[in-house]
């Protein structure tokens, strides 16, 4: 079972990847077989929830 901290909810962030703007959801750990991966779900521009690497994406202060 993932354990979902969602002390970051609705947090503006950019997701460096695809250089876009959006929301964070939850954060999580990915369990690989080499190591534990701190994972992000978020919402882009167009109500699309998608879920990537904590690295790729920052928060935006306003």
Known sequence: MI?????MFGTKIKNHKTNEYGLLIYTWTNK????????????????????IEM????????
Do not use: H, Q, W
Not at 3 to 7: N, S
Not at 32 to 40: K, L, Q, S, T
């Open 32 to 51: 690989f077989a080499d190591g534990d991966i701190p994972f992000a779900t978020c919402v882009d521009k167009n109500g699309k929830k998608y879920n």
């Open 55 to 62: 690295d790729l994406i920052s928060p935006i202060e306003e």
């Open 3 to 7: 354990e979902k901290d969602r002390t």
